[in-house]
Nanobody, 122 residues
Framework: QVKLVESGGGLVQTGGSLRLSCAAS????????MGWFRQAPGKEREFVAA???????QYADSGKGRFTASRDNAKNSVYLEMNSLQPEDTAVYYC????????????????WGQGTQVTVSS
């Protein structure tokens, strides 16, 4: 049974930083592309970042220069370092896994975590 568990969300002031973690189990982690998505209230879920097993990354324009995805294959974990947070970054953040491609398309991803709330106060 595949399980993805996010942690590290919370309340932060504008300009602050957070580091999200996602621990994976039940899959061959280093065979999977890991993605980060987010969903704000009343909005569609959107792509944030993705990272391949060789650490190649892709970012949404909204996070370029502020967000950094990384992974530790030995720990079956993926991380999202978020800096210079803005109120518009407020959302539930999800990690996801797919065995195919580095993609911004949420429908490519096979497995999802339950999400962690990030709230940025102004």
């Amino acid at each position: 049974q595949v399980k993805l568990v996010e942690s590290g969300g919370g309340l932060v002031q504008t300009g602050g930083s957070l580091r999200l973690s996602c621990a994976a189990s039940g899959l061959t982690f280093n065979s999977y592309v890991m993605g980060w998505f987010r969903q704000a209230p009343g909005k569609e879920r959107e792509f944030v970042a993705a990272i391949r097993r060789n650490a190649a990354t892709q970012y949404a324009d909204s996070g370029k220069g502020r967000f950094t995805a990384s992974r530790d294959n030995a720990k079956n974990s993926v991380y999202l370092e978020m800096n210079s947070l803005q109120p518009e970054d407020t959302a539930v953040y999800y990690c996801a896994a797919n065995a195919a491609i580095l993609s911004t398309n949420q429908y490519v991803y096979d497995y999802w975590g339950q999400g962690t709330q990030v709230t940025v106060s102004s």
